[in-house]
């Protein structure tokens, strides 16, 4: 597996990190005041954060049952043969899969672990077919729906870092 090497964080960087997860919509002025530097340094700062790779996007975080969305689905997934280049293709079979938000390769258990989302029971079995039955190597799904979500976080805790 192959890691980017680690970037060096010093104090202000993890307070515009912090800022930045909790909202990207900030403007420089702002983010500045939050963070306690002039506008021009917190600037430098986060085009730093980006070119680094540091912060790789800045979205907005939709509430999925607003606009019809609403059935989450765990997905255990397990290939007949996990040699590297059919790994790296369910991989990209993932990637090219609108409904599939998450997809980790996993140790022990299943080899990937999947998170969709989609409307409804019917679009569920859609994507199964499409994403996962009718790929030749795929041997097992196995799939869990989440009833409840306690806890949904898109923030990486800095402070231990």
Do not use: W
Not at 16 to 34: F, K, P, S, W
Not at 49 to 76: H, N, Y
Not at 93 to 110: D, F, H, I, K
Not at 121 to 137: D, E, I, K, S
């Amino acid at each position: 597996m192959n890691q980017s090497p680690l970037v060096e964080l010093d104090d202000l960087d993890r307070r515009i990190l912090v800022q930045l997860q909790q909202d990207c919509a900030l403007t420089n002025q702002e983010l500045a005041g939050r963070v306690h530097a002039s506008p021009p340094t917190c600037l430098r700062r986060v085009r730093r954060l980006v070119e680094t790779g540091v912060i790789t996007r800045q979205v907005a975080i939709l509430a999925p049952e607003k606009i019809g969305s609403s059935l989450t689905a765990i997905v255990e997934i397990t290939l007949d043969i996990q040699a590297a280049e059919n790994l790296a293709a369910f991989e990209t079979a993932m990637l090219n899969e609108p409904a599939v938000l998450q997809c980790y390769r996993v140790s022990t258990g299943p080899d990937f672990v999947v998170i969709a989302q989609v409307p409804d029971m019917p679009a569920y079995h859609a994507l199964v077919h499409r994403a996962f039955t009718a790929q030749a190597n795929v041997r097992n799904v196995r799939t869990f729906f989440s009833v409840h979500r306690a806890k949904f976080e898109t923030r990486v805790d800095i402070s231990a870092v």
